[in-house]
């Protein structure tokens, strides 16, 4: 079956705009993480959601971050008037979750955002 | 809090020679470790976990990982390194307190094979 898809694969944008980064996990996973890889911080996790609610949202760096996502599928990551140390790669990734054991993260290919 | 440290960000090795990849961890609770694996633009891939099972762990590609709570390490080895392995490796931390495994990763060891 599918993976696990990011879009766009690349995003080139100008200091101070919005953007928004897609998600779309693997089918059935409930949960689904978003991380930020940047060269000077390494992988750092963001939000996590458990179907539609997020019920952790530490890793979020600033309230000019927000992300939603809706039918417990599809998420949205949403950055507004981005800055030029927001440029990274911004990975998604999903998962079943199990009471009883680990359940494997599989992630996307990732956003590469740049920002001028 | 959990943290993850991988000693050495570039190791670089002769093919087919041993591949030695070290990371220790800090975690208050029994830990989940992985090692993940990222070729150049790419994702990541899991190449093993260790959840409290045996404390041996054989993955993808010929790697495998001992988890020594004593030395509160996990690195990863292979026997025989070949071109094809070279790639960045991520050790990671899971959290997970209830439901979120959400993971905690260490910087990342580049590994580069000579011929």
């Known amino acids: 079956g599918a993976g696990v898809s990011q879009s766009p694969s690349n995003k080139v944008t100008e200091k101070g705009k919005d953007v928004e980064l897609r998600c779309d996990p693997i089918?059935?996973?409930?949960?689904l993480y978003w991380y930020r890889q940047s060269l000077g911080q390494g992988l750092e996790f963001l939000i996590y959601?458990?179907?539609?609610?997020?019920?952790?949202k530490s890793g979020l760096p600033s309230d000019r971050f927000s992300a939603e996502r809706t039918g417990g599928s599809v998420s949205t990551l949403t950055i507004q008037r981005t800055q030029q140390e927001d440029s990274a790669v911004y990975l998604c990734?999903?998962?079943?979750?199990?009471?009883?054991?680990?359940?494997?993260?599989?992630f996307g290919p990732g956003t590469r955002l740049t920002v001028l | 809090a959990q943290s993850v440290t991988q000693l050495g960000s570039h190791v670089s090795v002769s093919e087919g020679a041993l591949v030695l990849l070290r990371c220790n961890y800090s975690?208050?609770?029994?830990?989940?470790l992985f090692w993940y694996v990222q070729y150049p633009n790419q994702g990541l891939q899991l190449l093993l976990k260790?959840?409290?099972?045996?404390?041996l762990v054989k993955g993808i590609n010929g790697f495998e990982a001992e988890f020594k709570k004593s030395e509160t390490s996990f690195h990863l080895t292979k026997p025989s390194a070949h071109m094809s392995d070279a790639a960045e490796y991520f050790c990671a931390v899971s959290d997970h307190g209830g439901s979120n495994y959400k993971l905690t990763f260490g910087k990342g060891t580049l590994l580069t094979v000579n011929p």
């Open positions: 990734a999903s998962s079943l979750v199990g009471w009883d054991s680990y359940n494997e993260q599989f």
């Open positions: 089918s059935g996973h409930t949960a």
């Open positions: 959601f458990q179907g539609n609610s997020a019920p952790d």
């Open positions: 975690s208050s609770v029994p830990p989940y």
């Open positions: 260790y959840t409290s099972a045996a404390t």
